[in-house]
């Protein structure tokens, strides 16, 4: 109920702005304004998960240098391979944690939009006679609206925070890999370019496959809700 009321507060808003200003509503903009700073307070974890995660592999590397050299093993010291062990450890706990919390809150934020908007969407839909609901949208499109359309948007939620820092991390990947392989590092790259072609073809597959889905879907719905209320008025009559 927190969050159905926080996100109708700020549709109202937006629509009164909308009115004023004689642009159509947004419900993405609604949806920022009630939840997007909590939201993207989730993805401060991506900080301490880049140190874990950056510092594993440089840690790593002196550690095998000092396994495969009793030199420089000696030079380090028993305290200093105790330090990069403990580093190695505490760098996996602390990209497994990271990782965890960023998926917990991005997934129960996505939960809280999905709630706001099923409460919005009933809220005005009840606001509505049945005539002018029925020709805005039927119970099938609504049904679509409540259940299918709003569980894509807790997936999509839950991995945003990952969209826009792939580059960065992509960048300082290869940043390592060039300092560590030199130009071998490019094949790497090459075969994630020569790859993302065939990424495209198949997303472009899977979103037309999705909206023949909700077409049928929606048919489905329709189809059973006719057979409900023709079984509610026949038995009514008799």
């Not at 009321?5 to 993405?28: F, H, I, N, T, Y």
């Not at 939840?35 to 002196?62: D, I």
């Not at 392989?181 to 597959?205: C, D, E, F, H, I």
């Amino acid at each position: 109920q927190v969050h159905a009321a926080a996100l109708e507060r700020a549709w109202r808003a937006a629509a009164a702005a909308g009115r004023r200003s004689g642009e159509p509503v947004s419900l993405a903009r609604a949806c920022w304004a009630a939840f997007g700073r909590r939201y993207m307070a989730a993805g401060l974890c991506k900080r301490p998960y880049w140190v874990a995660r950056f510092s594993q592999p440089l840690l790593l590397r002196e550690l095998l240098a000092a396994v495969g050299s009793e030199q420089q093993a000696a030079a380090l010291g028993p305290p200093l391979l105790a330090l990069l062990v403990l580093g190695l450890a505490l760098s996996t706990l602390g990209i497994s944690l990271a990782n965890m919390h960023l998926f917990v809150w991005s997934q129960t934020m996505g939960m809280n939009v999905r709630a706001g908007i099923g409460a919005l969407l009933y809220s005005q839909a009840l606001r509505l006679r049945p005539a002018a609901l029925k020709e805005a949208a039927g119970p099938s499109e609504i049904m679509t609206l409540l259940s299918a359309d709003t569980e894509r948007i807790v997936g999509a939620l839950s991995f945003f925070h990952f969209l826009y820092t792939a580059p960065i991390e992509i960048g300082v990947a290869l940043l390592l890999a060039w300092r560590e392989l030199g130009t071998a590092a490019v094949a790497g790259l090459l075969v994630m370019l020569l790859l993302s072609p065939l990424q495209t073809v198949l997303g472009q597959r899977i979103g037309r496959l999705r909206k023949s889905a909700v077409r049928h879907t929606d048919a489905r719905v329709q189809t059973i809700s006719e057979a409900l209320s023709g079984i509610q008025v026949t038995t009514t009559a008799s």
